[in-house]
């Protein structure tokens, strides 16, 4: 037998996916590790390395910051200035975007899942509610994914950033790596789209099967005992008979979940 509530496991786990997925993507916004620069002159940049994301670009020096505090050297930027390269201009963008569609995602997916436990009508409104939900899952996603893929492609060639002379950093590196923003990037992206897709996939059942299965009169003799001496403990509920076709089986109406009821959704 197929209940309402049934219908929605793999919306569940999406719901989870898409959760952990939103949290990493607000990581990945605030990370600076997104490229990471070896430099050939260590008199201001003391460590040699220098990391910079898509809001600051930091770097340890003992002549900036003294070197007992053991404090990085940071110095923001936004999309105003002129040096900044397209990649991370973009980024600065899409990664706002892409932690609000998720957020927006979250909540109407838990409203979706709100509606399918608690068995509230009508069902089709639970099938926009998801189909919502996964279109901006997957916005959301693809938002993160564009930065990323870009600014790994300028890692793996090497491009420099026309740093201003105040910013102490030079406008190409040595070698360059890929932070620990851009892995938990891809992670992110991956999670929210499977998740987006997760939600695009629910369907109501077409059809819900009633299973009865008749009550032999010794037991039916027993039901009535059990229900006549609980008249003084429980309160009393009102039996009808369901039709001919199911037999003639007595059941009781009392307050339930519809989510957990036989009914058939269109």
């Given at each position: ?83 900044v390269p397209r990649e991370i201009f973009v980024a600065q963008g899409l990664m706002l975007v892409a932690v609000i569609l998720g957020f927006i995602g979250k909540v109407t997916t838990a409203c979706a899942l709100k509606n399918v436990y608690q068995g509230i009508p009508p069902g089709a409104q639970i099938v926009k509610w998801f189909i919502a939900g996964g279109v901006l ?130």
């Amino acid at each position: 037998m197929i209940y309402l509530a049934h219908t929605a496991n793999l919306q569940l786990a999406g719901f989870a996916f898409a959760t952990v997925g939103w949290i990493l993507s607000s990581i990945t916004t605030g990370l600076v590790q997104w490229r990471v620069w070896h430099v050939a002159n260590t008199t201001i940049i003391t460590s040699g390395i220098a990391w910079i994301g898509i809001w600051r670009s930091c770097f340890f020096s003992d002549i900036l910051i003294s070197s007992n505090l053991k404090t990085m050297y940071c110095q923001e930027f936004s999309v105003q200035d002129s040096f900044v390269p397209r990649e991370i201009f973009v980024a600065q963008g899409l990664m706002l975007v892409a932690v609000i569609l998720g957020f927006i995602g979250k909540v109407t997916t838990a409203c979706a899942l709100k509606n399918v436990y608690q068995g509230i009508p009508p069902g089709a409104q639970i099938v926009k509610w998801f189909i919502a939900g996964g279109v901006l899952n997957v916005a959301a996603g693809v938002c993160i994914l564009i930065p990323v893929a870009w600014n790994l492609n300028s890692v793996v060639h090497n491009f420099g950033i026309s740093f201003p002379s105040t910013s102490y950093m030079p406008t190409s590196p040595l070698t360059q790596d890929a932070g620990a923003a851009i892995p938990v990037g891809i992670v992110s992206a991956i999670l929210m789209i499977l998740s987006g897709t997760f939600f695009l996939c629910y369907k109501l059942p077409a059809k819900c099967v009633l299973k009865v299965h008749p009550v032999s009169t010794e037991e039916g003799d027993i039901s009535d005992a059990w229900s006549t001496s609980s008249k003084h403990t429980f309160p009393s509920k009102s039996c009808t008979s369901v039709d001919s076709s199911l037999n003639h089986m007595p059941y009781c109406n009392g307050i339930s979940n519809d989510a957990f009821e036989l009914n058939e959704y269109l």
